[in-house]
């Protein structure tokens, strides 16, 4: 399991709006290739339908090739839909993998099934796929759900514990955390891993 940061960084309404679009091409591309993708942790952008930041974690034999084909600075070609005659037409975001966490013992996290919540249509609602995990040691909480089974949302749970106790041991390093904040700064504005153009957002490279 792999966790992959899509960002708009410090960039304006149209980055956020690129933020979002790129998220659901990735779903499609994620789909295609046979890899489990879960939204894991999101910051809402200023107007609605738009993303700042979203953190998803990717699963499966395709993850890895799928992460690397984002990494890296993505560029949207397209006139600003919330300015007219805007001279601007090219916004940028960025992607980062972030190297996986080590795996915790299982007897250190306690498992709650819970009956999900929010939506995701019928399935969601009806079933009690949803996970509660805490940390004992630490008291890191966090709650998992999804369509997929308990022991999907278990495995990502603990990741995602992984992940928040390995941020606290470096958040006064160079860390996993630093860098995750330092993300938010550095989106580069040339070079593009990715090219998208139009309203639709479709794929050019």
Same mark, same amino acid.
């Given at each position: ?95 980062a993998l972030f190297a ?25 609602? +009806?079933?009690d796929s949803a996970i ?21 949302? +278990? +495995? ?50």
């Amino acid at each position: 399991m792999m966790l992959l940061q899509l960002s708009a960084a410090q960039g304006p309404d149209e980055c956020c709006l690129a933020v979002s679009k790129a998220l659901e091409v990735l779903r499609k591309e994620a789909a295609r290739a046979g890899v489990a993708l879960s939204v894991t942790e999101e910051e809402r952008g200023p107007r609605d339908g738009t993303l700042r930041s979203v953190l998803v974690s990717l699963d499966g034999e395709g993850a890895p090739p799928l992460a690397q084909r984002w990494c890296g600075t993505l560029q949207w070609i397209c006139e600003s839909p919330y300015r007219q005659r805007y001279p601007r037409k090219n916004w940028f975001i960025g992607a980062a993998l972030f190297a996986p966490v080590r795996e915790l013992p299982a007897g250190d996290i306690r498992f709650e099934a819970l009956r999900a919540s929010g939506p995701g249509g019928q399935h969601v609602n +009806k079933t009690d796929s949803a996970i509660r995990a805490t940390h004992v040691a630490s008291g890191i909480s966090v709650k998992v759900q999804s369509e997929r089974s308990q022991h999907a949302n +278990k +495995k990502l749970a603990t990741l995602l514990i992984a992940h928040k106790l390995e941020a606290q041991r470096e958040a006064h390093s160079a860390g996993q955390k630093a860098q995750r904040r330092l993300f938010h700064h550095q989106i580069a504005r040339g070079n593009p891993t990715r090219c998208f153009k139009g309203i639709d957002f479709t794929p050019v490279k």
